[in-house]
């Protein structure tokens, strides 16, 4: 079994590569892609061996070589994955492996017969060290710095923020509010600049409440300032560096415009990308992660298909049947507690309604959405860590929000955010029959 060390390693080696549209990808590129996008999904159990067929595939086309030396490979990596069918059946690596495999095979025109001769890794030459920057064009800097790069007469940006945290809360780009379940690996972000992915993991057996225990950032290749990055974070794993090991964008020019910053060591993380005008905070408050950050409107809208931009949680918000009324769970709560009746309920995962109020008040005294999320995840959970969670993303909101009179939501603005939406959708149906009625008579007077 690898470790988490190790398949962090192996991501490293190979980084994330996130591929756009334009000329086909190289037969490498390819396979990097196959192999990493496999080894973000760890075996379901500790008998799977299937992070093992990856590393020794990506271990033997870790840099070109003849296409038959290729086929080889992968041939043997389908041996590999065979072997592993009995223990990882019903693993979504291993299946993905299978499908990823006929892919290749086909791609490349590779037999199915022929050598699988063990992959042996190959010795990467020496990196190509860059020339010295003697003749760097005065403007370089600039565009590896968002605001300097705007046209002079442009208007200031408008900075958005997104944040997501305890059991787990959503406040998207737009300021709208959720509590959600989505349990698993979902996307927060997705444009042409960088991606955000994170897992949520159920907090009490048989709960629909979730809090994220994984999370990864794609930082993609950006003109002369940064390289490709990747950072990942787990619980307990908060580095204060990407998964290559270094802490800033790489070697070229601009690579200071991508940096992380270590503000408490294991438990507060800042990502600085000045080049596209974004920062990241991510924490660890117990035994969950939380999750912030602060963008310019035109980068949270720099999407490249908009088809495939349903599921990007911090601009769309959770999907319908992912959303929790934790108005509705609140209001059963205080029932269930006999408010108003004179009698005490029984606690709730340790805590009565009136006693998670009182704790969440000695953090946060506005009883905004931030104070009834934390009531939320005390009812839910029973864990105090989360009451520090709703802190910390509220303190987050000052320090990424642009307009501090929105650092508060209340119930009222979720409710006229959504009759809004309920409204024009309304406005558009009704114009729609205007529009079918006014046809129809005058089809009927032309006859």
């Known amino acids: 079994m690898h470790s988490k060390r190790e398949r962090r390693g192996a991501l490293s080696r190979a980084g994330w590569m996130v591929m756009g549209k334009g000329a086909a990808p190289s037969a490498l590129q390819v396979c990097q892609f196959v192999v990493v996008f496999l080894c973000l999904f760890p075996a379901a159990t500790l008998q799977c061996k299937i992070l093992k067929c990856n590393s020794e595939f ?241 980068v949270v809208n720099s999407v490249e298909d908009q088809d495939n931009q349903d599921l990007y949680l911090c601009l769309h918000g959770c999907p319908a049947n992912q959303r929790i009324d934790f108005r509705t769970f609140r209001a059963r709560a205080a029932e269930s507690q006999g408010l108003g009746r004179g009698r005490p309920g029984a606690p709730i995962n340790g805590f009565t309604y009136q006693s998670a109020m009182a704790k969440c008040k000695e953090r946060l005294p506005v009883e905004d959405l931030y104070f009834q999320s934390c009531v939320f995840d005390l009812l839910s959970s029973g864990d105090i860590n989360f009451t520090l969670a709703a802190y910390y993303a509220f303190e987050d909101v000052k320090m990424l929000h642009s307009n501090k009179d929105k650092y508060h939501l209340f119930e009222k603005d979720t409710i006229f955010n959504s009759a809004s939406e309920k409204w024009g959708f309304s406005v558009l149906i009704l114009i729609s029959l205007v529009v079918i009625q006014l046809w129809t008579d005058s089809f009927s007077i032309r006859l």
């Open 58 to 298: 990506w271990a033997s086309t870790s840099s070109s070589g003849p296409e038959e030396e290729f086929c080889t490979a992968l041939r043997a990596y389908n041996n590999c994955v065979r072997r592993t069918a009995r223990t990882c059946r019903g693993d979504l690596a291993y299946h993905s492996a299978q499908h990823g495999i006929e892919d290749l095979m086909s791609q490349h025109n590779c037999s199915k017969e022929g050598p699988t001769t063990q992959p042996r890794a190959r010795t990467l030459p020496p990196p190509v060290q860059p020339p010295p920057d003697v003749n760097v064009p005065s403007d370089r800097p600039e565009v590896c710095h968002y605001e300097r790069s705007l046209p002079r007469n442009a208007a200031p940006p408008n900075y958005t923020h997104c944040g997501f945290f305890g059991d787990p809360h959503l406040r998207t780009f737009n300021d709208d509010f959720q509590t959600c379940k989505v349990e698993g690996a979902w996307p927060l972000i997705h444009n042409k600049y960088l991606s955000v992915q994170v897992t949520n993991t159920p907090v009490v057996p048989g709960s629909s409440a979730t809090a994220t225990s994984k999370l990864t950032i794609i930082f993609k290749n950006f003109q002369e300032c940064v390289d490709q990055k990747m950072y990942h974070a787990e619980t307990d794993e908060l580095p204060a560096a990407f998964a290559d090991g270094s802490k800033n964008g790489g070697d070229r020019h601009g690579a200071n415009t991508l940096r992380i910053v270590e503000k408490v060591p294991g438990q507060h993380v800042e990502i600085q990308a000045r080049y596209i005008g974004t920062t990241f905070v991510v924490r660890q408050v117990g035994r969950y992660l939380t999750f912030a950050v602060r963008m310019p409107e035109e």
